[in-house]
C-alpha cells in the first residue's frame, strides 16, 4: 500500500507545484514539460528498460534452467543453506531460490547488472512459489529486496568512468567511500527487517557469516586501496567478466557431466525470460512517469532549497547540501540521479568536496522505487508492507554515512 500512496502522491505533488508556478510565476510552459516528461518516461520504460531487458531475461532464464538440470543451484544452495536458512527462514533448506539469490547478491557485487536483474528475477519468482498470499510480500521477499535494493556493489566502475570523463586527478578515490556507504546501507537493510521479522541476529551462524563477509570485504578494501587507478579499472573488469563468464562455463559442464540436453534444456528456461520482461511493463511505466512528473516538476529544487535553510539554523557547515540533488534522486531513479551527479561535476568540478560526495550518493545505494516496481511487478505482488520503509531507512543510512566519510576523506 505504501508505493500506492506514493505514486498517488507524486502526481498531486507535481500538480500542486505546477500550478503555482502557472500562477504566480507565470511558467506557462511547465505543464508542457510535465507532459513531454510523461510520454518520454513511458517511451523510456518499453523502448529502453523493458525491451532490451526481454533479451538479456531469455539468456540468463536459459543459463538459470541449464544450471537447475545440472545441479549448479543445488550446490550454490547448500553452501549458502546454513545462513540462509537464519536469514529466510520461510525458505526451506537446499531450495533453489537459496541459489538463485546468491547468484543475483553475486553478480549484483560485481557490477554486473545485466546478469543480477534475471537471477534476481528468477529468485522473486521461486520466493512467489512459496509464498501462500500471492498479492501480498513476504517476510522473504521482503528480507531479499532489501539486501538487493541496499546496492551491494563492490566497485562503482559506472561511477568511476563518469569522474574519468569530467577530468577527475583521481576518478577511482570514491572507491573506499563507496564502498563504506554500500557496506552500512546493506547491515542497516538487514537489522531493519531482522528486527520486524523477529530474526535471532546473535545466531552463531549468523554472526560467524556476517563477520566472515566483513573480513572478505576489508581485505578486499585493502586490497584495491593499494592500486593505482587503472589497476583498479582493469583488474575489476577482468575480475567480473570472468567470474561472470566462469558460470556459464560450469553451468554448461556441469550439465553435460550429468548428460543433461543442453540446449533444449535452455530453450525452456529461455521461454520464461520474454514473458517476465512484459510482465514488468506496466509497473515500469507507471513508475517512471510519477518519477518524471515529481522531477520536471521542480518539487525536489524546492525540497533541496528548504533543507539547505533548515541545515543553516543549526550552525553546521552546509558544503554537503549542494549534492543532495542526487541523494534525494536516487532512490525514485537511477539515471534521474546520475544526470544530477554529472551536473554537480560540471558545475562543481569533479574534484570538488560536492563533486565527490554527489559521487558518493551514487555509487552508495540503489534506485528503490524502481527495484520495487519490476521485481514485485513480476510476480505481481500488489501489497508490499514495509518493504519500501525498509529500503529506504537503508538508503538514509548510506546518505548520512556518505556525508559523514566525504567530509572525513575529501573535506
Not at 355 to 374: E, H, K, N, P
Request: glycine residues 8%; aromatic residues 12%; contains cysteine.
Amino acid at each position: 500500500m505504501a508505493l500506492n500512496y506514493i505514486w498517488v502522491a507524486f502526481f498531486l505533488i507535481a500538480f500542486v507545484v505546477a500550478l503555482i508556478k502557472l500562477i504566480f510565476f507565470g511558467d506557462t510552459e511547465i505543464f508542457k514539460l510535465l507532459i513531454d516528461g510523461m510520454f518520454d518516461s513511458a517511451e523510456l520504460a518499453v523502448m529502453k528498460i523493458a525491451l532490451p531487458l526481454a533479451g538479456v531475461m531469455t539468456f540468463f532464464m536459459g543459463l538459470l534452467k541449464i544450471g537447475e538440470e545440472a545441479g549448479a543451484i543445488n550446490f550454490l544452495a547448500r553452501i549458502v543453506g546454513p545462513f540462509f536458512s537464519r536469514l529466510f527462514p520461510e525458505v526451506p533448506r537446499n531450495h533453489p531460490a537459496h541459489g538463485q539469490m546468491i547468484m543475483n547478491f553475486s553478480a549484483n557485487m560485481l557490477g554486473l547488472d545485466n546478469a543480477a536483474t534475471p537471477f534476481g528475477l528468477k529468485a522473486m519468482q521461486s520466493l512467489q512459489d512459496l509464498n501462500p498470499q500471492k498479492e501480498t510480500a513476504s517476510n522473504a521477499q521482503i528480507m531479499f529486496m532489501t539486501l538487493h535494493s541496499s546496492g551491494p556493489v563492490l566497485i562503482p566502475l559506472s561511477v568511476m568512468a563518469q569522474r574519468a570523463i569530467y577530468g577527475a586527478a583521481d576518478a577511482s578515490d570514491i572507491f573506499i567511500p563507496c564502498l563504506i556507504g554500500t557496506y552500512v546501507a546493506t547491515v542497516t537493510g538487514l537489522l531493519f527487517v531482522a528486527i520486524r521479522q523477529r530474526i535471532n541476529l546473535l545466531d552463531k551462524v549468523i554472526l560467524s557469516w556476517l563477520g566472515g563477509i566483513t573480513v572478505f570485504l576489508g581485505l578486499i578494501l585493502w586490497y584495491f586501496s593499494t592500486l593505482t587507478k587503472e589497476e583498479i579499472e582493469v583488474t575489476s573488469k577482468v575480475v567480473s567478466n570472468l567470474i561472470l563468464y566462469g558460470f556459464v562455463s560450469a553451468f554448461i559442464l556441469g550439465s553435460l557431466r550429468k548428460k543433461v540436453n543442453v540446449f533444449s534444456s535452455f530453450v525452456e528456461g529461455a521461454k520464461s525470460g520474454f514473458e517476465t520482461s512484459v510482465k514488468v511493463i506496466p509497473y515500469l511505466v507507471g513508475m517512471l512517469v510519477a518519477i518524471s512528473v515529481l522531477r520536471n516538476s521542480g518539487a525536489l529544487n524546492y525540497v533541496v532549497d528548504g533543507l539547505k535553510w533548515a541545515f543553516a539554523l543549526t550552525g553546521m557547515n552546509t558544503d554537503f547540501t549542494d549534492a543532495l540533488p542526487t541523494a534525494l534522486m536516487h532512490p525514485l531513479s537511477g539515471s534521474g540521479s546520475r544526470a544530477m551527479m554529472i551536473d554537480t561535476m560540471k558545475t562543481f568540478g569533479a574534484d570538488s568536496f560536492v563533486g565527490r560526495l554527489s559521487c558518493v550518493f551514487q555509487g552508495s545505494s540503489d534506485t528503490i522505487l524502481y527495484i520495487l516496481a519490476l521485481y514485485f511487478g513480476s510476480v505481481n505482488v500488489r501489497n508490499t508492507r514495509y518493504a519500501l520503509w525498509a529500503g529506504l531507512t537503508a538508503d538514509l543510512a548510506s546518505i548520512v554515512t556518505a556525508i559523514l566519510v566525504s567530509y572525513l576523506f575529501f573535506h
